[in-house]
């Protein structure tokens, strides 16, 4: 199997153009230690459906499956132009999530249309308050009002009883926000079935929208401990998110 390893603001995904992935070969791909090492794989197909440049499957570290991943789409959307399933500027692909489309911005960028957010709930949980917002995949938004205390916080204790908190049937996704200035806020990111990780791109789409949702303004730049995504919320919650993805090598697995 022939594989790319790719990387967005430190969120690594490997890229594979292979359908039929099962939870123990993601396991052992992504295996930091005894395999290649990841936050995620990508599988790539051709579509099944017309309109559509391919068919993408996202993967968690744990093998459970994601309906989509912010970070890992734009990795996937660039992999595809530049490996050749297509010239164009603008073009979708099939997800769980349903359709994702790019928008290119540069050799390395793009502009991602991640569809409508939805709000599915608010309230709190364990001393949290939080908005549970869908937007492809479930996050659970919670803002921080200081800054010093986001960064003191030791996700790796507070986010699995969140991530699997009965309430979250199917698990959710947890970013930590705080506001900078009303178009800028700094989030940290607990992934369901990874954990803390560097970027997220869904992670940060759900931190923006609650901006949004408090008055914040659009678009939203979101700072990351792997760098920035810039988040367009409008008043139907439609959202775009931009950024940037790179390849880190190539390689083959027997």
Known sequence: MRFEKWQALGN?????????LDPERVRALCDRHRGVGADGVLALA?????GYVARLRIFNPDGSEAELSGNGAR????????R???RSLTYSIQTLA?????????????RTDMGRARLSGEGELA????HHIVIGNPQ???????????????????????????????RT??????????DRIRARIFERGVGETQSSGTGACGAAVAHVLRGGDAPVTVELDGGELTVDVDESLHVDLEGWAVPVFEGEVA
């Open 12 to 20: 690594d995904y490997l890229i594979v153009e292979a359908d039929g």
């Open 46 to 50: 051709p579509p099944d459906e017309p």
């Open 75 to 82: 990795q996937a959307l660039l992999y595809l132009r530049e």
């Open 84 to 86: 050749g399933w297509t």
């Open 98 to 110: 349903g359709e994702i489309r790019a928008n290119i911005t540069g050799a390395h960028s793009c």
């Open 127 to 130: 001393g949290w308050r939080y």
């Open 140 to 170: 659970t938004a919670i803002r921080i009002a200081e800054r010093h205390r986001l960064e003191t916080l030791d996700l790796a204790e507070i986010g699995p009883p969140i991530e699997r908190a009965e309430r979250f049937p199917n």
């Open 173 to 182: 996704n947890v970013s930590f926000w705080t506001e900078i200035a009303p």
